[in-house]
């Protein structure tokens, strides 16, 4: 698409601030040397922190903004504030064709809703998702929506299926990921009337970069079977966030369990290692960068807590998507599959 | 209600049979050396397994029937078998009044299907819904619908929220349970049109033996913050495999990581006392027993892969129903919410 991808930064945003987020951009120069950024925030702040990260200073664009969405905001005010904030110029600026992706650490609902109005959904596309990386026993499988839609129709669930595996392509590499709609058991039978029409029209689209698997069920999302699990927002946020809970819950449990006695301490300290590993494979900083699929540009979100590394892993999630051109491979999927258009009357 | 609690065995339902089950009413009994047994099933097999019970063997009687509902059966194959296996008998005792609660180990999906039809929807409910323990960082809390409804109203999501108050005052101890709707954020304008107006229900319902707090998101399941997490059964379904998935995931990670290097597996070994008590405070047997809330008798659920210990940590769950008389509970409790009562067009 580019041989210089752009990447508009919104640097106020996610609770490191300007600190985390230049310091992420220098770490993402040094694995994605092409990279340029545009960075919207206070200019003060960012050109402080531009003194330290003198790969991306060189040829990096502040503008500089006052304007910052802020968590505690209603969703009038984010809109009202969108188009002064760091982050409504960020989107503003993919939209304006000055950057090719957005990534921001800000409120979700805010990024959402801002992004959805700025960037307008894409031809073929009902509504937007949220799709990101969920840690699995082999490796990590795509899953969305995780929160962007409260209820979904089974045309949606097609779409998310489409632009989740157009994602998983993308960014774990596979030639024909297997997709998976999340349900309460696999029979036929099982589920709601929109999962089993979006089934049956999965199951009809045997032209698509994909492998449909039929139904999974929720203790299988970490087991690696599927590579992309599709789902409403409602029950993906559900999943996502009982996940995480319950590995904070086995692993404070765990902390507990070595603190029990004076051998399991020592049996700690020379497990040390493997602990570490574990709680690697899970730190969210390395499944970092949610990605609304499905609109008219590329718009990345990183956790608000996220490590500087994790804040670049962020970027280069957004990196890959402009490199190798998610919108043009959605777009190419939906062409060949008349069923999961929209209606005249529901397409915006 | 009752001086001796008699029990419906259904003795062939689970992986384990009835060298589980005989042997788990045997443990049970040695808790609550008042309980009586009725055993459903094989009449050869229980008397082989009574002859190593001999707490029970004493009184109990033994049913013989050759019918059993098998996991692969098809709902129309089940309500056809159920006169006449050892799941259907069971349940039909409660229901002649033979027995004051039935426990299964079969298939979740036909004893749900044959409880209802046997014994009813009490007065004041619309659907009945399956509850069930889930280990907290603190203890344990209380989660239903975990499935038996795939779509909720408000109303139902009330009748939820008192039956499971119901059910942790019972079996939690608990005065005044703390009682949250799971939703994909805390604040009032997040979630479904249902689930906004069962809040508001919830919020002025303040003559109840328990305290709304309001929405709680899927990484607080295991808090502690909640005593009674209510959910419709899609999602409750979805949040109870995932957490399932997740705790493997992460123990199974935990042992990939300790087979890493010769000071971590030394370190395992003398970890081992720590890590015995993470899985016994996760093991499902140890939260075992899921209750069908809402019917004219009591009905409960074991996992099919139960230990004895754990079928009768199950059992131990029907003993406390039925000594503490849940159903009067949940009439009571009923009775002063009128809100909560269901249209007589929905009413059964």
Redesign the interface.
């Known amino acids: 698409m580019t041989d210089r991808p752009i990447i508009a930064l919104d640097v106020m945003g996610g609770d490191g601030g300007p600190a985390t987020t230049v310091a992420a951009a220098e770490i993402a120069r040094i694995r994605y040397p092409k990279l340029k950024f545009r960075l919207y925030g206070r200019e003060d702040a960012i050109r402080a922190e531009l003194a330290k990260a003198p790969r991306i200073a060189a040829d990096a664009e502040v503008i500089h903004t006052d304007g910052e969405v802020l968590g505690t905001d209603k969703?009038s005010q984010v809109l009202r504030r969108a188009r002064h904030s760091s982050m409504g110029l960020a989107i503003e600026a993919v939209k304006a064709g000055e950057a090719h992706a957005a990534v921001s650490a800000g409120n979700t609902g805010a990024l959402m809703a801002i992004a959805k109005l700025t960037l307008r959904t894409m031809p073929g596309i009902d509504r937007p998702a949220l799709a990101a990386l969920m840690?699995?026993?082999p490796a990590e499988s795509v899953m969305l929506d995780l929160?962007a839609n409260?209820?979904c129709d089974e045309r949606n669930l097609v779409q998310f299926a489409v632009m989740g595996a157009a994602f998983a392509r993308t960014v774990l590499g596979l030639d024909r990921p297997r997709v998976a709609l999340?349900n309460?058991g696999e029979e036929d039978?099982k589920?709601?009337h929109e999962l089993k029409a979006a089934s049956a029209m999965l199951k009809a689209a045997t032209d698509l970069p994909l492998a449909f698997t039929g139904f999974i069920?929720?203790?299988?999302?970490?087991?690696g079977e599927a590579d992309v699990i599709v789902?409403d927002?409602?029950?993906g946020?559900?999943?996502?966030?009982?996940?995480?809970?319950?590995?904070?819950?086995?692993?404070?449990?765990?902390a507990d369990?070595?603190r029990?006695?004076a051998?399991?301490k020592?049996?700690?300290?020379?497990?040390?290692?493997?602990?570490r590993?574990?709680r690697g494979?899970?730190d969210p900083n390395n499944h970092n960068g949610a990605v609304f699929l499905g609109l008219n540009g590329v718009v990345v979100k990183s956790h608000g807590s996220a490590t500087a590394k994790g804040f670049a892993n962020a970027i280069g999630v957004a990196h890959d998507l402009v490199a190798e051109d998610i919108s043009r491979k959605i777009a190419d999927d939906l062409a060949r599959f008349p069923a999961a258009a929209p209606t005249p009357a529901e397409a915006e």
């Open positions: 969703p840690p699995t026993i929160g409260t209820e999340l309460i039978l589920g709601t069920e929720g203790h299988k999302i970490s087991s789902t927002g409602f029950s946020n559900i999943a996502l966030k009982t996940a995480e809970g319950t590995a904070k819950l086995v692993i404070t449990l765990l369990a070595f029990s006695s051998l399991t020592v049996g700690y300290l020379m497990s040390r290692p493997a602990l590993a574990l494979h899970l």
